[in-house]
């Protein structure tokens, strides 16, 4: 099947059968449900029978066991950056499932011969195993999906990756839990992971970035200097901090639910069940839902609705928890559902899952798109490490509390509150975020977007975007649909208006002013947009100078000349349909005047054309360009 015929063929779930992505998305599949299901099978073998097997108490080795897992993310995960740099990913992915059939045989060793330590060898393996693959299927995205299949690419892995997380986690407990002969469990684990390994035969080559590079095996050294790499770009690094803060907050919600369904909402282990079920629907539905709620782009948007959304339902999860009658019995499932406030906590959790699903896949796209591609493993790989060391650092925090009197509710609420203060941190570094979020609410308030030829718009190096000025909010429109940050050059009344000044302002938007008013302004606008260039950023201008007050196009002035003179970059001619008479627009009188002048979500376009050389891109070259794209719709 073609690429063309592929991206026809229906919604994100036509990759699943695409030779580009499915094998990976099925060996991350079956990594994830085997690695939770030998793992939560060992813990519950060890907590339930650790008599049998050593003298340490059944709390301690639980924890045991839980950190050898995640120990190998510290010391191997900038090693497994460095070789999926180095080496094609497809063959690295067949390796470490390689790997995962050999571990199985070492965890069938270790029940045949009554070996605790062969066992927690074995786990420790597996997450040396999880650690070496991490890198490569996040860094192969990019490489096999173009940039509109990323978010959809992304949603489906870490949708699949929770459904394999939980259907693991059951099955490796109820396994253990059923009187099955240890071995089987080992040998079921076996049998997933040949399956595993069949699965990454079949992904497709993945040439190396970087084949000269040098492989550094300190670990202290290198992660150092793959955190150098993602700190190379402010929004890269912020991005893998709100990943990372993502994991901690995450995790210290799933940590509790096992304690929280006996003791808050006094049920068994078919509560514990459905707590996790719920939560891992939401994710599911949440990251499945970006890619609809995105149009198929990596929408910055997202991210701050979805912290919102992790703040309030945290929160609400907290204050429904505190509302529950007081536990006297264990109660069944059926029993737990006839009481309204246990809904009360299902809805919490199954939105709070969702829009986990929201703020989490877009990171993960961003972090590929912007990440220099013969960096980009180590980058993830330094992500992987920071994850650990929050969930780890949340762990302990967590534990803290407890020690201190904290009910798990109140845990909840606190969780919550610190969401809100890292959000509101995160977004004063970056108000990328909070802006392309309020680009977001105003389109799909208003508006009803179509985009064609916006691909034009390139993903990195400098380039002049051009477009018409129909009405106010133009700058917020292309902001929206524009894969990167555009600094646009406005009128410094423009800039100036009340309520959308904030925007401008912290889009970097460069005011200008006309000679005769302000010719020192003028001067420092043109100095601000050769800088702006010279360091590889998009700057956007309306040739007109001025807004429309007639529908029509005026002649576009010769900054754009000027411009090209001192900086030759590629010119991007964009032209904006169906705003003029919008709220924003200035027909029949000022603009913002009569509001609801076309109804709620009025159709508007933004439509984009080739690249302009720079020899070619004259005031009256591009105005003519500007006009057909335009065409007749105002």
Known sequence: MSDATEKSAGGQFRLLGSRRFAPLFLTQFLGAFNDNLFKNALIVLVTFQSAQWTSMRPEI????????????????????????????????????????????????????LHS?????????????????????????????????????????????????????????????????????????????????????????????????????????????????????????????????WFWLYGALFLAQLPAYGKIVLGGGEGAVTLLLAVFTVGIGAGSLLCERLSARHVELGLVPLGSIGLTVFGLDLALASMALPPVT?????????????????????????MFGGFFIVPLYALVQLRSTSDKRARIIAANNIINAFFMVVGALAAAAMFAGGLSIPMLFAVAAIC????????????????????????????????????????????ALIVCNHVSFVDPVILMAVSPRPIRFVMD???????????????????????????????????????????????????????????????????????????????????????????????????AMSKPFRRGLFARIAVVGAPPVPPAQAT????????????????
């Open 619 to 634: 005031p009256e070259n591009l105005q003519e360009i500007v006009a057909r794209l335009r065409g007749g719709w105002k």
């Open 492 to 590: 410094h009344h423009i800039f100036s208006t009340p309520l959308i000044s904030f925007i401008f302002r912290h889009t970097r938007a460069i005011p200008i002013a006309p000679a005769k008013e302000d010719a020192a302004m003028m001067e420092a606008a043109f100095a601000e947009v050769s800088r702006a260039l010279r360091d590889g950023e998009l700057v956007g201008i309306f040739p007109e100078g001025r807004i429309t007050d007639s529908g029509e196009l005026y002649p576009f002035r010769p900054g754009v000349t000027r411009i090209l003179e001192r900086d030759p970059v590629p010119v991007i001619p964009l032209a904006l349909q169906g705003l003029w008479g919008s709220f924003f627009s200035r027909k029949d009188g000022p």
């Open 419 to 462: 969401n809100a203060a890292v959000a509101v941190f995160i977004y004063g570094l970056v108000p990328e975020f909070l802006l392309r979020f309020l680009a977001w609410v105003l389109i799909h308030l208003f508006y009803r977007l179509k985009k064609r030829g916006v691909g034009h718009i390139p993903h990195e190096g400098a």
């Open 329 to 353: 019995r264990e109660l069944p499932v059926g029993a737990l559902l006839g009481q309204a406030a246990v809904w009360r906590v299902l809805a919490d959790l199954l939105l709070l899952g």
């Open 116 to 244: 605790l330590t062969l066992l927690l060898a074995a786990l420790f393996l597996l997450g040396l195993q999880s650690t070496l693959f991490g890198p490569v299927k996040y860094a192969i995205l990019p490489q096999h999906l173009h940039e509109d299949e990323l978010v959809g690419g992304n949603a489906q892995v870490e949708a699949g990756t929770f459904v394999a997380i939980l259907i693991g986690t059951l099955a490796g407990g109820l396994l253990a839990g059923a009187g099955v002969d240890a071995v089987w469990i080992a040998m079921a684990g076996f049998a997933v992971a040949v399956a595993g390994y069949l699965a990454s035969r079949n992904i497709p080559e993945a040439p190396p970035p970087a084949p000269e590079l040098v492989v550094n095996v300190n670990p202290l050294s290198e992660t150092w200097r793959n955190i150098g790499f993602a700190r190379e770009n402010r929004t890269v690094f912020l991005s893998i901090l709100g990943i990372s």
């Open 61 to 112: 080795l639980a924890n045991l066991a839980a950190g050898l897992f995640i120990l190998p993310f510290f010391f191997f995960s900038a090693t497994s950056g460095q070789l999926a740099d180095k080496y094609d990913k497809a063959m690295l992915a067949r390796l470490t499932k390689l790997l995962e059939v050999g571990i199985m045989i070492v965890a069938i060793a270790g029940f045949l």
